[in-house]
């Protein structure tokens, strides 16, 4: 018997918890069952049933070229003919330490993880050990992976689930996390290590940084002898060459990358000062290890990748996304549905609201009203996925052409009117 979407569902369900291998995959917060990938080229995914739909998840952001783009098969079966791990060094790792190094101004040193939350986790240790200080800050709703300080107040799949943190993770290990509402300088005392941010919050839909807001907060770390972290696990090499600390003008001391740059395969980093990253071992007294880190298959997919990643390739995303955004800003405008579609740059959000919101608090009023659901399945039912969860981005790829834009605008007017 041929598979199908339900079969699998059932099947998975019985093995792995909610059928899943990461909350946000669930369709939890949609309803329904999920599509099972059997395969994906460009633009578009393919599901067990041989259904073919324009793909606005991209993997959540790594697969910013598009699926299956040649330039990476290729870099992936030549690294791993030569073997798929070594527990050694090799060039790759220095040639896309230099690319991360040569792109964003300040960053001299990175070091390669496997994911974005061990960058986070990683990070955090390096803050607190180089400045001898336990507090840490972050801010509501914005999402810097899965690591026990850092689950508390989470956008993402958290917020999904109507979790403020998660069972399991002791008082004690978020003891020192101090929470406060994004966009606002919260007050930064002598005894924070570091004050995390999402310099463009993306998983709680997407929220604009106020104007000031990360300056404020280089000044506020600055004058507390505090370090500041970007996390730009989405942002990184996304928004453009350089990032968020490019885009914006501010400089963080501490940089966390994931998603795009190991090109579809697991791979995250983290990087500062020579100063900063001497801390960390085996230079200094901060540990941090992996035997699969700067993995032979993720380096090649992601130096492939990066070498995509021009100026004009970054015009190009932004164009698209910027077609996609005035397409569906206008869609429901003339449909008569409240809705935003923020954009800044090739990032794109989606909030079933008369405003956008600026914070947590007003992004979680919009993100649980539940018209996001009756828009997903519209959209799913017209070929055309999207993230199975309101507090996620929109994330066209360089793949994308205007016959699919057009495609995609067709169904959201449609699917506005219904709404
Ligand atoms: C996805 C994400 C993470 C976590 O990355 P994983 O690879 O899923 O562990 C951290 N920070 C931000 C901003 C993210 O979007």
Not at 301 to 329: C, K, N, P
Request: aromatic share 8%.
């Amino acid at each position: 018997m041929t598979n199908t979407n339900a079969s699998l569902f059932e099947r998975a369900q019985a093995v792995i918890p909610g059928g899943v291998n990461s909350p946000v995959r669930a369709f939890g917060s949609v309803g329904g069952t999920p599509y099972f990938v059997a395969r994906a080229e460009g633009p578009f995914v393919f599901d067990v049933e041989g259904r073919r739909y324009i793909d606005y998840v991209q993997s959540y952001g790594p697969s910013i070229l598009g699926h299956a783009h040649p330039a990476i098969i290729s870099a992936i079966q030549d690294a791993a003919v030569r073997g798929t791990s070594y527990g050694a060094p090799t060039e790759n790792e220095v040639l896309i330490a230099e690319e991360m190094t040569s792109r964003v101004a300040g960053m001299d040193k990175v070091r390669l993880v496997s994911s974005g939350t061990e960058a986070t986790m990683s990070a955090i240790r390096l803050a607190r050990g180089t400045t001898g200080r336990d507090k840490i800050i972050k801010f509501a709703g914005n999402y810097h992976g899965h690591s026990d300080s850092l689950l508390v107040a989470g956008g993402s799949g958290i917020a999904q689930q109507g979790l403020v943190g998660s069972e399991g993770v002791t008082a004690g290990a978020v003891a020192d996390t101090v929470v406060a509402p994004y966009n606002v300088v919260p007050e930064v005392d002598e005894d924070v290590a570091v004050v995390c941010v999402e310099p463009i919050a993306a998983n709680m839909g997407l929220v604009a940084p106020a104007a000031g807001f990360l300056e404020g907060l280089r000044d506020a770390c600055d004058a507390a002898g505090a370090l500041l972290m970007f996390d730009e696990v989405i942002t990184g090499f996304r928004l453009c060459r350089g990032g968020a600390a490019e885009w914006f003008g501010v400089q963080p001391d501490i940089w966390c990358f994931g998603k795009v740059i190991g090109g579809g395969l697991p791979m995250g980093a983290f990087g500062a000062s020579h100063e900063i990253m001497g801390n960390l071992a085996p230079l200094g007294g901060v540990y941090q290890a992996g035997t699969l880190s700067g993995n032979p298959l993720a380096t090649a997919a992601g130096l492939a990748a990066m070498q995509h990643l021009t100026v004009e390739a970054y015009d190009q995303l932004s164009a698209i996304a910027t077609r996609l955004a005035d397409g569906m800003q206008a869609a429901f405008d003339a449909a008569g549905v409240a809705a935003v579609v923020p954009r800044i740059g090739p990032l794109v959000g989606l909030f079933f609201g008369a405003t956008a919101p600026t914070d947590f608090d007003s992004a979680k009023v919009i993100c649980d009203n539940g018209v996001y659901a009756k828009f997903f399945h519209g959209m799913l039912d017209r070929g055309i996925t999207l993230a199975p969860g309101a507090y996620e981005a929109i994330f066209p790829s360089l793949a994308h052409t205007d016959a699919e834009i057009e495609e995609t605008l067709v169904a959201v007017a449609e699917v506005a009117a219904s709404l």
